[in-house]
Structures are given as C-alpha cells and as structure tokens.
C-alpha cells in the first residue's frame, strides 16, 4: 500500500486526519492511504510555493531544460510501476494506465524543449532611438485542481506547463486516485527540483478550494462544470487567472459513406475506451438512415463482446467504474433512458465478479432523441445513445443542439462532408475518421464554453495560460 503525505517546500508532511483508497476493481482491497488536508496545509504549501518563485522564475534555463527532461525519463524507467498503481487505484486497465504513465512522460519531455524555445518578441518603435521587447513572464504561483481520470497525465501536463514556463505550483490531485502525484513528487524530489517550486496537498476540493484558488496567481481545474462556475465565481474576487477544461457530451456522427468497420472501431474506442471516463468521449452517436441498421448490429456486436474485468487482469478491455457515486450516476442515466422509452440493446446493468466493484456492463441505447435526458448531460461512463438522422445536415444540426462543446467527430469517405463538420462543428476538437479521445501532447487541447475557459492547455496554446506579456521600451537614445 502507498502511503502518501503532502509535499510542502521540500518536506512531506502527514497529518492525523487520513483517508484510504480502494481499488474500484476489489474494494476489499486498500491501496493508498493519505493525510486528509485542512485549508493551512493548503496555505503553507502556497506560502512555500511563494518562496520558492524568485529562484524558479530566474533559473538556469538549460538546468530547468534538464530537470523536466530527467523527470520524464524517471517516470518512463518506472511506467510499468506507476501504471500498475494507477491501474489499482482508478481501474482503469493495465495497458490503459501504461501508456497514460509514458504519455506522461512525453509531456515533461516536450516541455523540456519548451523550455529552451520560450520566444519573446522584438519591435522597432515608431519614436525615435526606441525599441520595444516583449516578454513572456511566470504568472506565478499556480494552483493545479485535478480529476480522477487521468491521474499522471493531466497533473503531468499542468505541472511541466507551470514549471516550464518559470511558474511554482500546488497540485491538489482528486481524493480518489492521488497516489501518481505522490509518486510524482518523489521523482520531481529525487531529480532535484528545489524545494518548495512543486508542491502537493491532498484531501477534498470544498476543503481546500478557496484557499488554493484565493492564494495563487493562477488556477488550473479539470472536472466538472458546475464546480468550474464556482472556481470563476471565487476567483472573481480576487481576479485570479482561471484556466478550466470542463465536461464533454460529444457527437461522433457517422455518414452513410463512412467505411463501416473503421466507424465501428472509432465508436467503440471513443465511447468504450477507459470505462467511458473521458471528458473527450463519445457519448452521442448520431448515424445516417442508410448506414444506420448495419453500423448498430456490427457496434452492438462488438459492445456484448468486450470483456469488462479486474483492471489488472490480462485479458480485461474495460476496466470498473472507478467510484461509487459514477456507478450510481451511470445507473440513474440508464433508468432515465430506459423510462423515457429508449431501447437498450446491450449492456444496462452492473456485473457481478470474483472480486467486489464497482463493475458495468458496457451500455448502448438504440432510438434516442436529441431530447432524450441521456443526450442532454455529460454522463462520465460506458453509456451513450444512437440517434437516427436523415442526412449530414440534420447530423451538424444535432451534434451543435447541446451547451456543452468539447469534442466531436465525423465518419466519412467525403471530404466535402468531412470539411463542413469541421467549419460547423462547435467543439474546440474535431476528429475526422478518428476518435473524439486521445489527444496528443503538442496539440491546443480544449473546448469552447462551457466546456472549456480561459484558454487552452497543452502544446503552444499553454504558454498563453502559464505566462504574462511584459512590454517594455527601451529608449537607447540615437545610434
Ligand atoms: C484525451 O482524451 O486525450 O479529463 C484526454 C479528461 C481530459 C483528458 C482527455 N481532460 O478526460
């Protein structure tokens, strides 16, 4: 069992109020045991995340190069270790957790590049014996808010942004699955990065919220969008930068031309893939009247088929729901649909196993409507709903009809159809012929609002939430 404390300027800390996790694929099984943190732990960590900001912001560029780039190759030596805790943890697969560990990886090892090409900018001055320099600053201390889903990765990301661009932070990882950002941590410790530029505090958002948002330059959240509101509402007070990636309910729209078994791999990968817990994934499959029939028998064939299991096992596809209150929510969304009159045609009900969780029987409902309450929320499980349209524009039509605008994607062979979805879609991803999840670490990764606020992560599109613009001129006098 990992036993984690808080990480605060360089020291771990444990506290008498603690909690336990249980791995969702055996809750008779405890696999992480941490300190539950009280606003002054949160406090403290921001006072040494304060401290440590004059040293980390002028620092040797090509040590902080070096410092991201060794930590990348730490958690790449380690990614069977840290992929099989993740897996234990959260439930999703081995394989899943694996390669979420190296891409991971790939994150500190692109912003170790990120680093040495930060750019500024030169302008002549319209006056005379002038010139201006402009400047890409450390925001400053940033408080990291992350969800259970992807446990390394998404702290993977908002942490080597913050540090790569001269920032200190404080990761507050969800109390469901903190044992990678402990582990994260112990390897940022171990590689020498100086104390009190990451630190780490655990326990409940409603805790330590307010403090985490209320202290910090700037806040970045992954999670929902109703507590998203509330991150910008309190951080109306103070005027604290906000960066947040919400909820997703996105469209997959799948053309009569479409090649069949490509949309049903696409389909089963985005709706299906990590247990249905990504905000990027397929939750509204809205198919042609031509291709309609032959895509849901071959797509229901292939759902009833997947073997849902312990995540640590072998043969597993689909790992358990990885909390109790998701399981219920899943089970509420499948009774609403059922009572609304949609046709389940697989899946629907939990799954009983040799050892206890929170197992769910991949799900798909047939003669959905836009209007269906599935339709309209984000679930966040291996549930979504087929909906029958005419023809692309209807598809558009339906895939644009939700608040939520995420990502989205289109099956199809015709590249005009291919390239109106692309202009109409309102989503801030569009994938043609390719999943809606699974974005790679050098891409603007975002979603328009309410999905998304504040400007989007990772790739170039990070440097504008983790830096301010200094202008400056220079008057040099004539030359
Ligand atoms: C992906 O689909 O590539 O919480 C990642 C989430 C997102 C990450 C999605 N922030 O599901």
């Avoid at 507050?172 to 903190?178: H, L, M, N, R, V």
């Avoid at 530029?197 to 307010?210: A, C, M, Y």
């Avoid at 990504?278 to 198919?287: A, P, Q, V």
């Avoid at 999905?451 to 939430?465: D, I, M, T, V, W």
Wanted: a negative charge; one cysteine or more; hydrophobic letters at 40%.
């Amino acid at each position: 069992m990992l036993r984690g404390g808080h990480l605060i300027g360089g020291q771990w800390r444990s506290g008498a109020d603690r909690f336990c996790t249980r791995s969702p694929s055996d809750l008779n099984e405890e696999v992480g045991e941490y300190p539950a943190g009280s606003p002054r732990d949160a406090e403290d960590a921001l006072e040494a995340a304060r401290k440590a900001l004059p040293g980390w912001s002028t620092y040797n560029t090509q040590a902080r190069s070096d410092l991201l780039r060794k930590t990348a190759e730490v958690i790449t030596a380690r990614a069977e270790e840290i992929g099989t805790h993740l897996a234990r943890e959260e439930g999703k697969t081995r394989r899943e957790a694996i390669a979420e560990t190296l891409r991971a990886a790939q994150v500190f090892f692109y912003y170790a590049g990120e680093v040495v090409r930060h750019p500024g900018q030169f302008f002549n001055s319209l006056r005379d014996g002038h010139h201006i320099i402009v400047s890409y600053e450390p925001v400053g201390v940033i408080s990291l808010i992350t969800p259970w889903n992807f446990p390394i990765a998404v702290p993977a990301w908002k942490v080597a942004g913050a540090l790569a661009y001269g920032n200190t932070c404080v990761l507050k990882p969800s109390e469901f699955a903190p044992g990678c950002a402990v582990i994260l941590g112990q390897i940022l410790t171990e590689v020498g990065l100086p104390p009190g530029v990451f630190n780490l505090v655990h326990g409940q958002g409603r805790v330590l919220g307010e403090t985490l948002i209320g202290g910090a330059n700037g806040v970045s959240f992954t999670g929902s969008t109703p507590t998203g509101r509330a991150i910008v509402k309190q951080a109306a007070n103070t005027l604290t930068k906000v960066q947040l990636e919400l909820g997703g309910k996105n469209p997959l729209i799948v053309l009569d031309d479409a090649d069949l078994d490509l949309a049903v791999d696409v389909a089963l990968q985005g709706t299906f893939g990590q247990t249905g817990q990504r905000c990027t994934g397929s939750e509204r499959l809205i198919i042609t009247r031509g291709i309609h029939d032959a895509f849901v028998e071959k797509l229901v064939a292939r759902v009833a088929s997947l073997r849902v299991g312990h995540a640590l096992h072998e043969d597993t596809q689909i790992g358990p729901v990885a909390t109790a209150a998701q399981l219920e929510k899943n089970l509420t969304f499948i009774q609403r649909a059922t009572e609304a009159g949609a046709e389940l045609a697989v899946g629907g009900a939990r799954l009983e196993k040799s050892t206890p969780g929170y197992y769910l029987a991949p799900t798909l409902f047939l003669g959905t409507t836009a209007d269906t309450p599935l339709n309209r929320e984000e679930i966040f499980g291996p549930v979504a709903g087929v909906i029958r349209v005419n023809d692309l524009e209807e598809a558009i039509t339906v895939a644009n009809d939700c608040e939520l605008a995420l990502s989205s994607g289109i099956c199809t062979t015709n590249i005009r159809s291919a390239e109106r979805f692309r202009r109409l879609s309102r989503a801030g991803l569009v994938m043609i012929n390719a999943p809606t999840a699974g974005l790679e670490y050098h891409v603007p990764f975002g979603g328009r609002s309410p999905s998304g606020y504040g400007g989007r992560e990772q790739g170039p599109a990070s440097a504008e939430f983790f830096t301010e613009i200094k202008t400056a001129y220079v008057n040099h006098g004539d030359i």
